[in-house]
């Protein structure tokens, strides 16, 4: 398994101290790990959780605190058990397929079994993220058609694609703002402009785009790679 880029430093996670013991696999981190005993401040600001999604996990036996005094800690195994949820949470894994994870973990005989078993979810997720995009990219080409049908704009998506427009940089921000889902006026606080100037610049960016009004414009943006879906 890949140690990802040559700055992070590959981290090989202890079992953990719920449930059985179990081998999880090597999972490269851009920053050192906390040491444990760690207070739920610390965890909850290191991996950028809240207190209530660490006590979530607790619930469903992923993770588990224990009492120092008054205040409650994690062990290190708890802390590694952490960057695994973390990783499987931000590529959007459901948290019952983190918990089937867990489990399949539970079986592993060694670290190379483990890595293999968490490379082969990863490649499910991945391949599901790929149905997901192509259903994404079908809706958008619909919702542009519907939004304006070729005989009435004279503009196809194939036209857009096969000339690409030319974003200045403030219409650039400004397109990647409304595909964030901002209004004009959010826009233009964020961009520190007047209302008529913001709205000057959605309509040069429409017309540049061939759309007809701002969602159109995100649509095709996003269709033709100008902006992240």
């Known amino acids: 398994m890949s140690n990802g ?25 851009a920053r050192e790990l906390p040491k444990g005993p760690v207070a739920i401040a610390d965890m909850a600001e290191f ?34 058990r952490m960057v695994l949820i973390n990783a499987c949470r931000e590529v959007g894994m459901p948290i019952s397929l983190i918990q089937d994870l ?18 082969e979810a990863m490649l499910v997720r991945q391949r599901e993220l790929a149905a997901n995009l192509s259903t994404l990219h079908r809706q958008l080409r619909k919702i542009s058609m519907l939004l304006t049908p070729e005989e009435e704009s004279g503009v196809t998506l194939t036209h857009v694609n096969r000339h690409r427009p030319e974003l200045d940089e403030i219409e650039h921000r400004c397109l990647q703002l409304m595909a964030e889902g901002y209004s004009q006026i959010r826009i233009s606080r964020t961009l520190e402009l007047r209302p008529d100037e913001t709205e000057a610049i959605e309509r040069r960016v429409a017309e540049k785009l061939g759309a007809r ?13 100008i902006v992240a879906n």
């Open 5 to 29: 880029p040559h700055n992070l430093r590959s981290i090989a996670i202890q079992p953990g101290t719920t449930g059985q013991e179990i081998i999880l696999p090597d999972i490269a981190t």
């Open 102 to 119: 867990f489990e399949t973990l539970a079986t592993a005989t060694s670290k190379t079994e483990a890595n293999l078993f968490f490379e």
């Open 213 to 225: 009004n701002r969602f159109q414009a995100v649509a095709k943006a996003v269709l033709i790679g």
């Open 47 to 80: 991996f950028g959780v809240t207190h209530r999604t660490l006590h979530f996990y607790e619930e469903k036996d992923l993770i588990r605190a224990s009492r120092l005094g008054l205040m409650r800690v994690y062990s290190e195994r708890d802390v590694s």
